[in-house]
């Protein structure tokens, strides 16, 4: 499966934005799928994941009431509602899949990555 991640961009906070992560080929549903962040300098950090069916959603505690993670099998995207931005948020965000996968935050646990796409939020 092929990952493209899209809906980043300049913020200033207290601002919201949407990320998209659409998915190619067929069977995504069975994918757990998610994102992770990262700033240089920085190992790529948990941000939240949704379950292949969509019933089960982690959240790091940093983004916990402010982001919403979903997931539209039909149109083979996972959405990540970013509401409430702070600074701290600006990272690259990346789109990740895996097959039959648990709900986890270990990053080793999703073999496909997407390209990242930039938030920056403003002070």
């Known amino acids: 499966v092929q990952l493209q991640a899209s809906g980043g961009g300049l913020v200033q906070a207290g601002g919201s934005l949407r990320l998209s992560c659409a998915a190619s080929g067929r069977s995504f549903s069975s994918y757990t799928s998610g994102w992770f962040r990262q700033t240089p300098g920085k190992e790529r950090e948990f941000v939240s994941t949704v379950s292949s069916s969509g019933s089960s959603t982690i959240y790091a505690d940093s983004v916990k009431g402010r982001f919403t993670i979903s997931r539209d099998n039909a149109k083979n995207t996972v959405y990540l509602r970013m509401n409430s931005l702070k600074p701290e948020d600006t990272a690259v965000y990346y789109c990740?899949?895996?097959?039959?996968?648990?709900?986890?935050?270990?990053?080793?646990?999703?073999?496909?990555w997407g390209r990242g796409t930039q938030v920056t939020v403003s002070s």
């Open positions: 990740v899949a895996q097959f039959g996968g648990r709900n986890t935050r270990a990053p080793t646990s999703y073999g496909y």
